[in-house]
């Protein structure tokens, strides 16, 4: 029988540390949440309830996710701002062997350099997490937003 309880756990814990991770801006870090081959996409929920494959960002791999956070720190020209994460309860929706599907919503509240503050951001996250490592990790981790409207570049990972 699996313990469901300890399941929502493990997962609760995971998505607190990626929140952690990008609130704190230590985005280095980021990639480490994937395994080798995860995807990682952000879309919005019209084109996702359409079964549009189109993405804001389409991260096929944790290679691209490094070259994105490279980007981010050398390349990319935007203004400075932070992020907050607020991640509902988790509700586990799947499990097969070590991988378990989980969903929760969440918002982002960015906070501008001038001291600005906004919800940036609502949406969900619909996650296959390996558990079969030393680590939980993400296989497949997609951001559906709520709105298709972002005012502003979407520059850090969500």
Not at 23 to 52: C, K, V
Not at 94 to 109: D, R, T, Y
Request: aromatic residues 8%; glycine residues 6%; proline residues 3%.
């Amino acid at each position: 029988m699996v313990d469901t309880a300890a399941l929502v756990g493990t997962v609760s814990e995971l998505l607190a540390d990626y929140a952690h991770c990008i609130d704190s801006d230590d985005l280095e870090r980021w990639p480490d949440f994937f395994t080798e081959q995860a995807h990682y996409r952000i879309t919005t929920m019209f084109n996702h309830d359409q079964g549009l494959p189109v993405g804001i960002i389409d991260a096929r791999n944790r290679n691209m996710m490094k070259d994105r956070v490279a980007a981010l720190r050398k390349a990319n020209i935007f203004e400075p701002q932070r992020y907050r994460h607020i991640v509902s309860a988790v509700r586990i929706t799947g499990q097969s062997g070590g991988l378990v599907q989980a969903e929760a919503s969440f918002i982002v509240v960015r906070t501008m350099i001038d001291g600005s503050q906004d919800l940036f951001l609502s949406g969900r996250y619909l996650d296959s997490i390996d558990l079969s490592g030393d680590r939980p990790q993400f296989v497949d981790k997609l951001v559906v937003l709520d709105s298709d409207k972002i005012d502003t570049l979407l520059a850090i990972p969500l």
